[in-house]
């Protein structure tokens, strides 16, 4: 197991709501980013966030924003809830925004939305 | 978008024969990584081969990388009943902006 925690472990909201996920990163990791996956896909990237700055994002629309804090853990929130953004939302964490450094995932939430 | 194919989609093999999957990827990169994934839960690193690297190992698992066919392969050996979990690779794409790009993944299963 690695020492990434998520919260919570499943969800359920309806369209047009608001959600947020929670993530607790790994002792002495800078570094958090956050990925959709969907039924049966791989993991997509959402962003990533580097010593409390956004630092680099991928294909998803402003309605899904982020933060991280002082002590490193980090937020996904996801404004007016569309039924495709019902999916598996990971975080991993890693000591710096390197890529070659190992990414420690979390086990997950679960977002469904009705 | 996901980056790129892996192959098999499934896999379905006995306790202690050899398991191979596939990965084909569409851009130039500085790595390759394969993770496992367990009943849609989170994703655990197995390996990290970089784009000068042509073969790497690590315990059960050989990884190969042909970047002139972008392409890379995992070998796991003498399967076990725990190696049953979907597999992905993911590149570290130049230029890539701080992010992995993970292929669709095979599904394995090993049979007792």
């Known amino acids: 197991e690695t020492g990434v925690t998520q919260s919570p472990t499943h969800l359920i909201k309806t369209r047009g709501q608001q959600v947020t996920l929670r993530c607790s990163s790994q002792s002495g990791h800078n570094t958090v980013s956050w990925y959709q996956q969907a039924l049966g896909q791989g993991p997509q990237f959402i962003f990533q966030y580097y010593r409390e700055e956004e630092n680099g994002r991928g294909n998803f629309p402003p309605r899904f924003s982020g933060l991280q804090f002082p002590n490193y853990s980090s937020e996904l929130n996801v404004n007016a809830l569309e039924l495709d953004d019902s999916a598996l939302y990971l975080c991993?964490?890693?000591?710096?925004?390197?890529?070659?450094?190992?990414?420690?995932f979390g086990p997950g939430t679960r977002l469904t939305v009705l | 978008s996901q980056q790129g194919e892996e192959d098999p989609q499934a896999l379905s093999i006995q306790e202690g024969e050899n398991a191979t999957m596939n990965c084909s990827y569409k851009?130039?990169?500085?790595?390759l990584q394969w993770y496992r994934q367990n009943s849609g839960r989170g994703l655990v690193h197995l390996i990290l081969?970089?784009?000068?690297?042509r073969e790497k190992h690590s315990g059960r698992l050989r990884v190969t990388l042909d970047t002139s066919k972008k392409s890379s392969s995992l070998l796991i050996t003498a399967s076990r009943a725990a190696d049953t979990a979907s597999y992905f690779c993911a590149t570290d794409d130049t230029g890539g902006g701080n992010k992995l790009t993970f292929g669709t993944g095979t599904q394995l299963k090993v049979e007792l």
């Open positions: 851009t130039s990169i500085n790595n």
């Open positions: 081969i970089r784009s000068n690297e």
């Open positions: 991993a964490s890693s000591r710096g925004q390197d890529l070659s450094d190992t990414q420690y």
